[in-house]
């Protein structure tokens, strides 16, 4: 069955790095946009980052521009977020999901968004 697998999260000091991965499986993902959300304990779910299939659209939440970057690897069928500068606000579950209707650009809400990862806990320590 079609799936997304997140990877890289893990415990980080404010101000360091982390590079989350999310590896489609059973089937390709590359025709699709592709977003990172997140949700910390008692909060909702919130859009991080937005890219278009061809990779060369991005969209970020003003809470992470400049320090969060979305990417993707057609070839190896990846998406990745590379976190710098992290904050103990940025923890949270982070998971990926896929848009499969074709759009020009990512949507920046969950309704949009089809297929989702179980998601990769990222805990920044202050």
């Known amino acids: 069955q079609a799936q997304l697998v997140e990877s890289g999260g893990g415990l980080v000091q404010a101000g360091g790095s982390l590079r989350l991965s999310c590896a489609a499986s059973g089937r390709t993902f590359s025709s699709y946009c592709m977003a990172w959300f997140r949700q910390a304990p008692g909060k909702e779910r919130e859009f991080v980052a937005g890219i278009s299939s061809s990779g060369g659209y991005t969209n970020y939440a003003d809470s992470v521009k400049g320090r969060f970057t979305i990417s993707r690897d057609s070839a190896k069928d990846t998406v990745y977020l590379q976190m710098n500068k992290l904050k103990p606000e940025d923890t949270a579950v982070y998971y990926c999901?896929?848009?499969?209707?074709?759009?020009?650009?990512?949507?920046?809400?969950?309704?949009?968004?089809?297929?989702w990862g179980q998601g990769t806990q990222v805990a920044v320590s202050s």
């Open positions: 999901a896929a848009d499969r209707s074709w759009r020009p650009v990512p949507r920046d809400t969950a309704e949009y968004y089809d297929y």
